[in-house]
């Protein structure tokens, strides 16, 4: 299967400096990531809040030009290409916001907002073109009929016609991967269905792949029941695999405690789940990490061994960052 994205061993680090602060603070985001996406499939990544989601949906982006480590958009290393290449290149992977007010231009109509875009990467398509363009975008989205929705702007429009927008405004460019960040945190819970069944039409029609970045996993399991799932711990994946494989049978102990907490509909999920009586409920810190597990502080299952580097295990097709996964789920 053609890859469509590539990240290899990716670190992102930043430095805290200022004349408050007693000493420079050294802040290791993301660490040894490493993660391929394939041409038309969907990939939940999840995490609890401040674990590098959003970060790495930047690098993927070209947003945020990782520390160290390669970013390889359909084979080529993107930080190698000249400026031009790689503004071209980036067109095929877009980014969609968590908040689509802020993401929106206030003062700019819809199809102002919708226009410019196609308008600066498409410079051989007529006015005629660009504005017929844009009426079968917002058919596409599920914005009908266009007419009604081309002159507002963005604060007329609820969140979900706002998240609408900026699918149409990603899928003008043909990308061949979209990255979600949380696209359907701040929507009523009612139109949350609409927009996740949205992205699977676009998924399956258009065959463009999909990063979803989100802390829900019940909406991780909807929109990627046929994909994969990566789960994400203080700036590493700590698991990843298919996702009806990772959610019913959880190797790393922090993947079990996350999926223990949400309440299940499903009497085999309930009766399998692991209650797991974690030791601590403050999420760690990014500073001055050690080289060892980074669930350590909060496992219960933690041991001197766990201080070490540790390699990722295969248990099935799921790949693990847990030195003890295979004798906890034996």
């Not at 989601?53 to 359909?74: A, D, N, Q, S």
């Not at 290149?89 to 819809?110: C, G, H, M, W």
């Not at 990063?211 to 829900?216: E, K, L, Q, S």
Request: proline share 5%; charged share 25%.
């Amino acid at each position: 299967m053609k890859k469509v994205v590539e990240l290899k061993n990716i670190n992102m680090a930043f430095e805290q400096k200022g004349k408050f602060l007693q000493r420079e603070r050294h802040i290791h985001v993301l660490r040894d990531v490493n993660l391929d996406i394939y041409a038309g499939e969907i990939v939940a990544v999840v995490g609890e809040s401040g674990c590098g989601k959003t970060t790495l949906g930047r690098i993927i982006t070209g947003i945020l030009r990782p520390t160290t480590g390669e970013v390889l958009v359909e084979g080529e290393n993107i930080y190698k290409f000249d400026i031009k290449k790689f503004f071209r290149t980036r067109e095929k992977v877009q980014f969609i916001q968590q908040d689509s007010y802020a993401a929106l231009n206030p003062v700019k109509t819809i199809a102002a907002s919708l226009r410019a875009p196609i308008k600066y990467h498409y410079r051989h398509k007529t006015y005629l073109q660009i504005e017929t363009q844009i009426k079968e975008l917002l058919v596409k989205v599920g914005l009908n009929p266009p007419a009604q929705f081309l002159s507002k702007y963005p604060h007329m429009l609820s969140g979900g016609q706002r998240q609408r927008i900026l699918m149409a405004r990603a899928i003008s460019l043909d990308p061949a991967l979209i990255v979600a960040d949380e696209p359907v945190s701040m929507i009523d819970v009612s139109m949350r269905r609409s927009i996740l069944n949205l992205m699977s039409e676009l998924n399956q029609s258009d065959n463009i792949s999909f990063v979803y970045i989100t802390h829900d996993l019940a909406t991780a399991r909807y929109i990627a029941q046929n994909g994969r799932i990566v789960v994400m711990y203080l700036g590493e994946i700590v698991e990843e695999g298919k996702i009806d494989e990772v959610i019913a049978n959880p190797c790393h102990p922090y993947t079990q405690a996350l999926i223990a907490t949400v309440p299940t509909p499903d009497p085999k999920i309930a009766r399998i789940k692991k209650e797991i009586p974690i030791k601590s409920m403050d999420l760690g810190s990014l500073e001055n990490r050690d080289e060892g597990c980074v669930f350590f502080d909060r496992c219960p299952y933690a041991s001197s061994e766990c201080k070490a580097k540790i390699d990722y295990l295969k248990i099935g097709d799921t790949k693990v960052k847990c030195i003890k996964a295979k004798e906890l789920n034996k």
